[in-house]
């Protein structure tokens, strides 16, 4: 089955940064958008940022831009997320996700999500 692991979270604090990667396997998502979502305790999971198959200008949440950084290696079949300038409310489980037929920010219409990765941003 295709799957999506995500790495790199942990505890940093506010104004620190952190790196996530995202790894797939068991399919080639060169051709899907490729997404990162957030689930804080309570909250629903958010849109984060995504970038399209062909790469080109990514779309980022408000609450996120000039702040985090999505990119993609196809040939390694991984995508980033670079976080820099961390807030205490940026604390979630970061979940990456793969979608087959472009960006949309709706978790739901998300075909392919990843098992989460803790991020705690302390004050």
């Known amino acids: 089955q295709a799957q999506l692991v995500e790495s790199g979270g942990g505890l940093v604090q506010a104004g620190g940064s952190l790196r996530l990667s995202c790894a797939a396997s068991?399919?080639?998502?060169?051709?899907?958008?490729m997404g990162w979502f957030r689930q804080a305790p309570g909250n629903e999971r958010d849109f984060v940022a995504a970038?399209?198959?062909?790469?080109?200008?990514?779309y980022y949440a408000d609450s996120v831009k000039g702040r985090f950084t999505i990119s993609r290696d196809n040939a390694k079949n991984t995508v980033y997320l670079q976080m820099n300038s961390l807030k205490p409310e940026d604390t979630a489980v970061y979940y990456c996700a793969a979608r087959a037929f472009g960006v949309v920010t709706t978790a739901t219409l998300w075909n392919y999500w990843g098992q989460g990765t803790q991020v705690t941003v302390s004050s």
């Open positions: 970038i399209f198959w062909s790469g080109g200008t990514p």
């Open positions: 068991g399919r080639t998502f060169s051709t899907y958008a």
